[in-house]
């Protein structure tokens, strides 16, 4: 910041050199005062001006008593100036230092010191600070917050309701922001409209604005609105951010990130709400290396690290971090909905099950969120957990349409349609998935086995067995592939399914299913019928027998042969 600046006053120089008499002719600028550094909001610019104010040597001994007074006021806008840029315990250990060496303490001093505190989490300590000190407008909105972090719902109420009646801008928009953080965010537009009428030049309240209107969902209102203040303060680190989120919600993290890559590497004010929002950008990368310092700075990293550890699979890990979590917002509802569901189906638990149904339904029940589409998803995904397919079925085709090539949610709907007889509009969906992932679940490979024979393509099913390694959920696949194919009258893969299940488990069940299979393919030869028949024949049925230890083997053997004319 500094070297352009410099850049551009040489290049003045030079333009005015060559000017020849129009130098003369060009009054000097002013020098910068600290109101200009201030109102360019120049922080790191007003600092340095302060500091060097502070080196300046002094004129006459007798005015020692003016420049120590002049100090106190440098040394309070240097705090100021640190407060701004983000370095909140510099601007703490600044503010805690001038009221050391002041003889009277300044309420003004030890608010500051409370706003620093708040903003390093220090709740506690902020709230006792200044209990004791006169109230003014700045210690109500102060206290206003306060109540809300520390969960004092009873000054919190009390306090609203002085701030509902309160007419200053400066407490409208305490409310309003209050508003914001308890996720009403419609109510907060109307707070920051109010107060916009009247204050046209207020440009920050815009930024206010696209951020409700971003929680909403509404990311190209956000964005219009947001270039309003931009084209003013083009180079905001705030509204940077904020844009950069509308892009990778309208577009994709690659396009958010280019948004950034100006500042992103830049050590200034929401650094670290920069480096958060690198991470989400770029799909989780660096997650472990990011996140977890700023668990307690920037709200949303505990949310972001626990959907990671999600997709990594890490389920207890995202539960430990979840599990103290008390929601406030749906998003936060909806996460740890998702967390106890992941848990109590690896675990087995019908408790975590329940406590995942419940989240779920409370955000797809509540009047703010029934209408919109986390809000139906949320309302999906409890019925889903309730085995009430009929319902999942209803909310999901109301947000089809959004979610066209969205594997996730294909594979979704394709079990609540399996698990509703749907199984051709099933077998379409799984077989649009490409994510290898979901191709390699067992339960994908279970449901994609069941629709492929509800659809007459048996040979499909079995080839999906064929391709899997030999383990227990393989297995279970066989298992499944057999008995449908049995229900369906697909008697020849049946058949070959129970023969395989046979040699890794000689049981009687598997012999019995194995005998009915290849009465039902003798049937189908025989009744020419055009399903369960074989291709090689009757000597593929006489083959499989063959290869059976149990002695009614070689008697259906004996009974076939007598009978085979039968079966051309």
Same mark, same amino acid.
């Given at each position: !910041?500094?070297?352009?600046?410099?850049?551009?006053?040489?290049?003045?120089?030079?333009?005015?050199?060559?000017?020849?008499?129009?130098?003369?002719?060009?009054?000097?600028?002013?020098?910068?005062?600290?109101?200009?550094?201030?109102?360019?909001?120049?922080?790191?610019?007003?600092?340095?001006?302060?500091?060097?104010?502070?080196?300046?040597? %002094?004129?006459?001994?007798?005015?020692?008593?003016?420049?120590?007074?002049?100090?106190?006021?440098?040394?309070? @806008?240097?705090?100021?100036?640190?407060?701004?840029?983000?370095? =909140?315990?510099?601007?703490?250990?600044?503010?805690?230092?001038?009221?050391?060496?002041?003889?009277?303490?300044?309420? +003004?001093?030890?608010?500051?010191?409370?706003?620093?505190?708040?903003?390093?989490?220090?709740?506690?300590?902020?709230?006792?600070?200044?209990?004791?000190?006169?109230?003014?407008?700045?210690?109500?909105?102060?206290?206003?917050?306060?109540?809300?972090?520390?969960?004092?719902?009873?000054? @919190?109420?009390?306090?609203?309701?002085?701030?509902?009646?309160?007419?200053?801008?400066?407490?409208?928009?305490?409310?309003?922001?209050?508003?914001?953080?308890?996720?009403?965010?419609?109510? &907060?537009?109307?707070?920051?409209?109010?107060?916009?009428?009247?204050?046209?030049?207020?440009?920050?309240? +815009?930024?206010? #604005?696209?951020?409700?209107? =971003?929680?909403?969902?509404?990311?190209? !209102?956000?964005?219009?609105?947001?270039?309003?203040?931009?084209?003013?303060?083009?180079?905001?680190?705030?509204?940077?951010?904020?844009?950069?989120?509308? /892009?990778? /919600?309208?577009?994709?993290?690659?396009?958010?990130?280019?948004?950034?890559? $100006?500042?992103?590497?830049?050590?200034? *004010?929401?650094?670290?709400?920069?480096?958060?929002?690198?991470?989400?950008?770029? $799909?989780?990368?660096?997650?472990?290396?990011?996140?977890?310092?700023?668990?307690?700075?920037?709200?949303?990293? /505990?949310?972001?690290?626990?959907? =990671?550890?999600?997709?990594?699979?890490?389920?207890?890990?995202?539960?430990?971090?979840?599990?103290?979590?008390?929601?406030?917002?749906?998003?936060?509802?909806?996460?740890?909905?998702?967390?106890?569901?992941?848990?109590?189906?690896?675990?087995?638990?019908?408790?975590?099950?329940?406590?995942?149904?419940?989240?779920?339904?409370?955000?797809?029940?509540?009047?703010?969120?029934?209408?919109?589409?986390?809000?139906?998803?949320?309302?999906?995904?409890?019925? *889903?957990?309730?085995?009430?397919?009929?319902?999942?079925?209803? =909310?999901? $085709?109301?947000?089809?349409?959004? *979610?066209?090539?969205?594997?996730?949610? +294909?594979?979704?709907?394709?079990?609540?349609?399996?698990?509703?007889?749907?199984?051709?509009?099933?077998?379409?969906?799984?077989?649009?998935?490409?994510?290898?992932?979901?191709?390699?679940?067992?339960?994908?490979? !279970?449901?994609? &086995?069941?629709?492929?024979?509800?659809? &007459?393509?048996? %040979?499909?099913?079995? +080839?999906?067995?064929?391709?899997?390694?030999?383990?227990?959920?393989?297995?279970?696949?066989?298992? #499944?592939?057999?008995?449908?194919?049995?229900?369906?009258?697909?008697?020849?893969?049946?058949?070959?399914?129970?023969?395989?299940?046979?040699?890794?488990?000689?049981?009687?069940?598997? @012999? %019995?299913?194995?005998?009915?299979?290849?009465?039902?393919?003798?049937?189908?030869?025989?009744?020419?019928?055009?399903?369960?028949?074989?291709?090689?024949?009757?000597?593929?049925?006489?083959?499989?027998?063959?290869?059976?230890?149990?002695?009614?083997?070689?008697?259906?053997?004996?009974?076939?042969?007598?009978?085979?004319?039968?079966?051309?």
């Amino acid at each position: !910041m500094i070297l352009s600046r410099g850049k551009t006053d040489s290049a003045s120089s030079r333009h005015v050199a060559s000017g020849g008499s129009m130098q003369q002719q060009r009054k000097a600028a002013a020098p910068a005062t600290l109101e200009d550094f201030i109102i360019k909001r120049d922080y790191t610019g007003a600092r340095a001006f302060l500091e060097y104010a502070t080196d300046e040597p %002094e004129d006459e001994e007798g005015k020692a008593l003016d420049n120590e007074q002049q100090q106190r006021q440098i040394d309070q @806008w240097i705090a100021y100036c640190n407060f701004h840029l983000g370095d =909140y315990q510099l601007a703490l250990n600044q503010y805690q230092d001038i009221k050391r060496r002041q003889e009277a303490v300044d309420p +003004n001093v030890i608010l500051n010191v409370a706003v620093c505190m708040f903003y390093l989490g220090l709740y506690e300590e902020a709230k006792q600070l200044i209990e004791s000190t006169a109230n003014s407008p700045l210690k109500q909105r102060l206290l206003f917050h306060l109540a809300h972090k520390l969960g004092d719902d009873q000054q @919190w109420a009390e306090l609203l309701e002085e701030l509902l009646n309160a007419p200053s801008v400066e407490q409208q928009l305490s409310l309003a922001s209050m508003h914001y953080m308890r996720a009403h965010y419609q109510e &907060a537009i109307d707070v920051y409209k109010r107060v916009l009428v009247d204050n046209k030049d207020f440009m920050a309240i +815009n930024v206010y #604005l696209a951020l409700c209107f =971003y929680k909403l969902d509404y990311y190209d !209102m956000s964005q219009e609105v947001l270039e309003v203040y931009l084209g003013q303060h083009g180079d905001s680190t705030i509204a940077i951010n904020l844009k950069a989120c509308n /892009r990778f /919600r309208l577009f994709s993290g690659r396009v958010a990130e280019q948004e950034i890559k $100006n500042i992103s590497d830049n050590d200034t *004010f929401g650094a670290d709400l920069i480096r958060h929002n690198l991470v989400v950008f770029r $799909n989780g990368e660096g997650a472990l290396r990011v996140l977890p310092s700023l668990l307690n700075i920037v709200p949303e990293a /505990r949310l972001n690290l626990a959907i =990671y550890y999600l997709k990594q699979g890490d389920i207890q890990e995202a539960h430990a971090l979840m599990k103290e979590l008390q929601p406030t917002s749906p998003h936060e509802y909806i996460l740890k909905g998702v967390v106890h569901a992941a848990l109590g189906q690896q675990l087995g638990s019908k408790e975590h099950i329940k406590t995942a149904q419940q989240n779920l339904h409370l955000v797809g029940s509540s009047a703010t969120e029934c209408d919109t589409i986390p809000g139906r998803q949320s309302m999906a995904s409890a019925f *889903f957990l309730y085995e009430q397919f009929e319902e999942v079925l209803v =909310y999901m $085709n109301s947000i089809r349409s959004y *979610f066209v090539n969205d594997d996730v949610f +294909n594979y979704n709907f394709a079990q609540a349609k399996c698990a509703t007889g749907y199984y051709k509009e099933a077998e379409e969906l799984l077989m649009q998935i490409a994510d290898v992932d979901i191709k390699n679940q067992h339960t994908y490979c !279970m449901i994609l &086995a069941k629709c492929h024979i509800h659809c &007459a393509h048996p %040979e499909l099913a079995w +080839n999906v067995f064929i391709t899997r390694d030999t383990n227990a959920e393989a297995f279970l696949l066989l298992q #499944l592939i057999a008995n449908e194919c049995y229900k369906c009258e697909e008697f020849w893969v049946a058949a070959k399914a129970f023969d395989m299940l046979e040699k890794l488990d000689p049981s009687p069940e598997n @012999w %019995e299913g194995k005998r009915g299979a290849c009465a039902g393919v003798l049937f189908a030869l025989a009744t020419k019928a055009h399903r369960g028949r074989p291709g090689g024949g009757i000597s593929e049925v006489i083959g499989l027998l063959r290869e059976s230890s149990n002695s009614q083997a070689e008697s259906m053997i004996k009974t076939i042969r007598k009978h085979i004319s039968s079966f051309k």
